[in-house]
């Protein structure tokens, strides 16, 4: 317990005046002779206790009265830090203000951060005089105490939206490393935010709970400027079918819908720029939005022309928050990758051609790949730098010129496919010159333990497609029969997926700039090959073989160098795009959302441009050379999903999150100068002390009259 005033308890020294006035004024009793005295005594000696009882009780209701007062006056406090000093003793306060893109929310005519700059403003004003203050936003950024009043207003009056948002707690991690700079012993945080789970989430706030302990636990006010019922349609992060498409291929692209608040229709509109930049409308659809669930919408087909292609999809009006209204993409057409495929003869590429270049998509112009199926014999007559991608089909040993081709191929950037199968013989023709190069190791015996394919980890981009399935691929149909051992994997090989026996069964190898992946078991063989038993039955198992077909072109993709092309990010992630092609000067123009260029330099040796932290919002393109011959490349920036869900966080539970002692919320500024009481002082026990100072004085005023007027028939009785 602490005291405001504490020099009023001096007060309580009346209660010894008290004391004397009592005495003085005791009632003293007179001598009267009385001739039937003695019949009297009794009642006498009766009255005269009970006259002192009731003496002490009035001069102890009197005393309490004066203590109470003073006590009252002097204004103790309950869980206050009173010991640092009164109401108007300097203060460090930082104040934290979340700018993410939920904070555009508009309500009566002002965004949640305009509420929050207006209570800023005044919140400043309302420091104590000689106080240190700093303003920190949610995006980042260096930590500082403003130099004056003035300053830390200017600077709540600067601030603005920020696409990429970081979570509050680590905000207000800064914050706290900013208040141990200063020497004022009393420290304050004022956290403006409209509450939000995204803002505050789960895993960040045990680490800042710890944090604020270490840090002596500072008065935290959090600011709440959201609503409690929000209304708001938006749209999700965009599905692409794929970010590279072959021409001709459809894309198609589908929407997750998000909303929080009483269900409505609205439109949804999807647009394709032209080649002047300018948006044409390519779809429209009706959405139903409600808060649980929310589900998604999915546009028809599109088919684009060769190039890169950007646009967009918005939601046709707008509503309290535009940040989620409107999401980017871009995709880049490009002609079927032609990959050169050898086989001890061309029917044994069958199945691996039917599985990346259907016949029906052939036809039709569709195919993302162009094959060609040579036969080892005549394997040498091809020039490898003329396709994408290589792929060995059951190789028997090869000429060591064949193999240093591929490997030379490889080296030079290029991807190969080495399918292992009963042609690998004899084994010792693998385990030197250019096809060791090539091999993730050396070939020790077939395992004939029958197995099948078990993939577990599925960051891989050659799995990624099974991640949205993963629990139900009939792996156990496609039987294993046979497949190669190796030996100790060389360095830097990756175990993409084994059997379920734990051996490796498609690995990575890394070779110069390139990339060879080996399976050890074919994927030619038929159900019943002549002359010997089948070695898998991946493409030709009991069920329909989903899995090799997927399996196979993902694998196609990857060793082309598209399948881990991104040109779609989210706003504050690190832009990386291929380039390709040699350019005859470093420097390319960046073509912003907003129309401005800017020059920027590629890196010549990974052939790609490289930008930190991008923030905008929108498609940016990348020319270079002119537009007839020159590069013309792109990319999309979008917000995160969850930059824009305005679900709300518990307001116990939040506080009970941080920790309950020190930790208060308030909505305005009546709520704030209450909390920041409290927080200063503590809670005063003044209200109560003076209810029972007027109880106590009311109980001796009832008191003193029927004791005074109850003595004088019993001294006149004595009388």
Known sequence: MGFVTPALLAGGLMVVVTITIHLAMRRRPRRIEFPAIRFLRQTRERNQRRLRLRHLLLLLLR?????????????????????????????????????????????????????????????VRQLPRDSRSGVLESRGGPAHFSVDRGA?????????????????????????????QSDLPRKEIYVFTDRTRAA???????????RLAEAGSPEIYLIDVGLDDPINSGLGGLQLSSQVLARQAPLRVTVPLEHVGPETDRAVELFVLDQEGHPQKRGRAMAHWQSDPVGSLEFPPLYLGEGTQQGFVRIVGEDSLVWDDTRYFTVTVKPAWRILIGAPKPADAIFLVEAIAPDA???????????QVIPFDRFNEQRLDDYAS???????????????????????????????????????????????????????????????????????????????????????????????????????????????????????????????????TPISDTLHP??????????????????????????MFYLVGRGDTNLNYVSGETVVLPIGTQLGSPLVLLET?????????????????????????????????????????????????????????????????????????ARNEGEIR??????????????????????????????????????????????
């Open 63 to 123: 005393c309490g009265a004066i203590l109470l007062l003073a006590l009252a006056l002097a204004r103790p406090t309950v869980r206050g830090s009173g010991w640092l000093g009164g109401e108007e003793t300097p203060v460090a306060a930082a104040l934290v203000f979340d700018t993410s893109p939920r904070m555009a929310y508009r309500h009566e005519n002002a965004t949640r951060l305009e509420a929050a700059q207006r209570i800023g403003r005044w919140l």
């Open 530 to 555: 002549r002359g010997r038993e089948p070695w898998n039955a991946l493409p030709t198992g009991s069920l329909e073989p989903w899995p090799f077909v997927v399996l196979s072109n993902e694998l």
């Open 593 to 665: 959302p907003d129309g401005q260029r800017i020059r920027q330099s590629v890196d010549q040796n990974t052939r790609s441009l490289m930008l930190t932290s991008v923030q905008a919002l929108g498609n940016y393109r990348v020319r270079a050379g002119g537009h007839a011959e020159g590069l013309d490349v792109g990319f999309s920036v979008n917000l995160a999903p969850d930059a824009t869900r305005l679900a709300r966080y518990d307001r116990d539970a939040l506080v009970a999150q941080l920790g309950n002692d020190h930790v208060r919320i």
């Open 361 to 371: 998509t052939r036809q039709a112009g569709q195919s993302r790949f162009d094959c």
């Open 674 to 719: 209450r909390s920041v009481n409290v927080g200063r002082v503590g809670y005063e026990l003044f209200p109560g002390l003076i209810v029972l100072v007027a109880l106590v004085l009311g109980c001796e005023h009832v008191l003193s009259n029927r004791f005074y007027t109850g003595a004088r028939p019993a001294a006149a009785g004595l009388a």
């Open 200 to 210: 505050w989430p789960e895993n960040r706030l045990a680490p800042l709970r710890t």
């Open 152 to 180: 830390a207003t200017q600077r709540v009056e600067r601030l603005a939206i920020q696409p990429a948002g970081r979570p509050l707690p680590e905000a207000i991690e800064r914050a706290v490393a900013l208040l141990k």
């Open 390 to 520: 290589v792929c060995l089909l059951d190789p028997p040993p090869l000429a060591e010129d064949a193999w240093k081709r591929v490997a030379d191929y490889a080296q030079s950037g290029h991807g190969v496919a080495i399918f292992l199968g009963h042609n690998a013989r004899p084994v010792a023709a693998f385990h030197h010159g250019a096809a060791r190069r090539l091999l993730p190791g050396d070939l020790k015996r077939q395992w004939r333990e029958p197995s099948y394919l078990a993939p577990h980890d599925l960051q891989h981009p050659v799995l990624a497609k099974f991640a949205s399935v993963e629990g139900s691929i009939p792996w156990q149909a496609f039987p294993v029969f046979r497949y190669w051992q190796l030996g100790p994997l060389d360095p830097g090989v990756v175990t993409i997926f084994p059997y379920a026996t734990g051996h490796p069964a498609l690995m990575e190898k890394p070779l110069g700039a390139g990339r060879v992946v080996t399976m050890t």
